[in-house]
């Protein structure tokens, strides 16, 4: 596995074999990444970001590509994010996108299935105690498409979340499908998620849905627990590891989870 450290402005990489990278993007700059992952690629890509207030990551799967992402907020600042995808024919993304800090962050994804059979996983876990917005957009260009979307969040007190999902299957595009999945906890009476799943359908072939849950932990299962010699603290702490960590289940190198889960739990100790 490759480590590079991202601090030019913009950075264009070519991944033309089959092999797996970890980015820390670390500068305090705008920082651009374009990357072009060549035909019948598989590649695992995990970018870290460390310290920088902007960060924009465009990218493109070519034929039968396929490309596993997984993107962890560790920044000590204020950023905005924005993702931008283009997918060829038969080619295969898995993205995530993980944080568990206490900075406020804007997130725009837009991925474009622009050849038949292309297929894209759009995942996040979101541990929010202050403002969090996440805009979501996949959009079917050709027959036969696919886009999934699994969006995971936890509110604490003091936490705001966003989040705008939209698939959008162009008239044209049968056989495709396009799913969501959304679900928010929240720890406090005052504090609910704002979330709206969108589908806008121009075709008849093709199968869509979306579902969401909103609520609070229930006081009982907080008392239980407390019952039971553990704090509200650690209740808190146990319940939010549970709802966020399966985000971890992405990341296919052993010993590179095995480093963000320490991380994770870090986070969510102090944080809670």
């Known amino acids: 596995m490759q ?12 991944i033309n074999s089959s092999e797996d990278y970890i980015f820390d993007v670390s500068d305090e700059k705008a920082i ?31 034929t039968n590509s ?10 000590e600042c204020d950023t905005k994010v924005f993702i931008n995808a283009n997918m060829d024919t ?20 837009n991925v474009l299935l622009n050849g038949e059979y292309a297929t894209a996983c759009i995942n996040s876990a979101t541990l929010a105690n202050c403002n969090k917005k996440y805009t979501i957009n996949c959009t079917h260009h050709d027959k036969n498409t696919s886009s999934t979307f699994n969006n995971y969040a936890v509110l604490l007190e003091s936490g705001d979340l966003y989040i705008d999902a939209t698939g959008k299957i162009n008239a ?29 359908i121009d075709e008849n072939d093709v199968e869509a849905s979306h579902a969401m849950t909103l609520g609070r932990i229930d006081d009982e299962q907080m008392y239980y627990l407390q019952t039971r010699g553990i704090s509200e603290k650690m209740a ?5 590891i549970g709802y966020l960590m399966p985000i971890l289940e992405n990341i296919h190198d052993s010993s590179v989870k095995e480093q963000y889960q320490k991380i ?9």
């Open 3 to 14: 480590r590079l450290k991202i601090d030019d402005i913009i950075y264009n990489s070519e």
């Open 236 to 240: 808190t702490e146990l319940i939010t």
């Open 264 to 272: 994770v739990e870090s986070c969510v100790n102090n944080i809670c």
């Open 32 to 62: 651009k990444l374009n990357l072009n992952l060549g035909n019948n690629v598989n590649s695992n890509l995990y970018i870290n970001l460390l310290n920088t207030n902007s960060f924009e990551f465009n990218f493109k799967l070519e």
């Open 90 to 109: 038969y080619s295969d993304l898995n993205l995530s996108f993980a944080e568990f800090n206490d900075k406020a962050i804007e997130v725009n994804c």
């Open 172 to 200: 044209g595009c049968s056989g495709s499908k396009s799913h969501q999945t959304t679900k928010a906890l929240t720890f406090s009476q005052q504090k609910q998620a704002v979330i709206f799943p969108q589908l806008l």
């Open 66 to 75: 396929k490309m596993n992402i997984f993107m962890f907020n560790q920044n």
